[in-house]
């Protein structure tokens, strides 16, 4: 993907805490200057384009269909991940396919802003910050994307800004056991990724509400019940990506294809012109702002708690249900 990467701007060096201590992070950023300087040998765009080598982002084509397969350890994405993600989708959008699938192909799908790295950050207010806009960046990618179907593949499971990513496609695909998480509030969030926009969509205004605030856990099936879900594929982890890849063949070859994707354009137009993508997210940033750079807020001892596995207690919406003497 450096051939891609080489188009963006470099993203600069993270400065970390001295005592940042044991934490999860990218190897070269927790290796930081302890290696000398190494050469990067760039990963091939494609299967045939090189020799094969592992990457964590990945495209691909079969006819008509395009794959961009993304995987990061413990679906946490940080500010590098999902400008590097970005900048593959837009490459992905720029080639000749009715349908774009998004999604690894096992494990999770996303978990949305990477808690570790801002823990580790020098500033991590500045880094919440920089994080949640990069994932901005990328939904709104996806949700301005006119040309052609947008399925999200999911055949692990996603939470948070990671969920809300998935709602931005047009379609959502769930292996059976999956198990969605579409809610900030047990890190002490109000979220962004559009959410406010996308989840309603799917589920009207008030399961919306009530998704946001229980901040209960849902499978696959609750999720297609309640509209979030369009297709879930009953297969095991290892035959998910073949069963997506024949379902999405089908689907860029199917005759009501360019008429769904002529009929998403106008949709799109006119949730525009009733209300801007842009107030969404700027109402829900200013929401954010708020949370990450005041350090009273629940969501910095809640998000060190997290990636230093400290016990914090029950949430108390869970709590207040649990039968007594458990």
């Given amino acids: 993907w450096a051939q891609i990467m080489f188009m963006t701007p470099p993203t600069p060096p993270l400065a970390l805490r001295e005592e ?21 040998v760039p990963a091939p765009l494609g299967p045939d384009d090189g020799p094969r080598t592992w990457a964590d982002i990945r495209y691909r084509e079969d006819g ?20 590097r993600l970005l900048a593959a989708y837009r490459h992905a959008c720029t080639r000749p396919t009715s349908v774009l ?16 790295v801002i823990e580790a950050a020098d500033d991590p207010a500045e880094e919440s910050w920089a994080n949640i806009q990069a994932m901005d960046d990328l ?41 969605l998480n579409p809610h900030y509030r047990l890190m002490g969030l109000y979220g962004s990724e559009f959410w406010t ?20 856990p849902l499978t696959a099936a609750t999720g ?59 109402d829900e940033l200013a929401r954010m702002h708020r949370i990450f750079f005041d350090p009273e807020q629940p969501y910095h001892a809640l998000r060190r708690a997290f990636v230093r596995k400290e016990p914090a207690g029950t949430p108390a919406h869970l709590n207040s249900a649990a039968p007594a003497g458990t």
């Fill in 64 to 83: 008509p269909a395009g794959f961009l397969e993304f995987s990061f350890p413990g679906g946490a994405m940080s500010t590098d991940h999902c400008r």
């Fill in 224 to 282: 297609a019940r309640l509209g979030l879900v369009d297709r879930i594929l009953d297969c095991a982890a290892q035959e998910f990506a073949a069963r997506t890849a024949r379902l999405a063949v089908r689907l860029a070859s199917a005759a009501s294809t360019q008429a769904r994707i002529a009929a998403k354009k106008a949709d799109r137009e006119r949730d525009e012109a009733d209300r801007p993508l842009a107030a969404y997210r700027d």
């Fill in 197 to 216: 926009y996308t989840l309603p969509r799917r589920t009207g205004p008030e399961v919306a509400e009530q998704l946001t605030t229980r901040a209960l």
């Fill in 20 to 40: 940042a201590g044991p934490l999860k992070l990218p190897a070269t950023l927790a290796l930081g200057d302890r290696l000398p300087p190494l050469p990067e």
């Fill in 139 to 179: 939904v709104q990618a996806v949700l301005t994307t006119t040309d052609r179907l947008v399925v999200a593949a999911l055949g692990g499971n996603a939470a948070a800004g990671g969920a809300m990513l998935a709602l931005a496609a047009d379609e959502v695909w769930c292996r059976s056991s999956v198990v």
């Fill in 101 to 116: 699938v998004l999604g690894g192909r096992r494990d999770f799908f996303s978990n949305g802003i990477h808690l570790h």
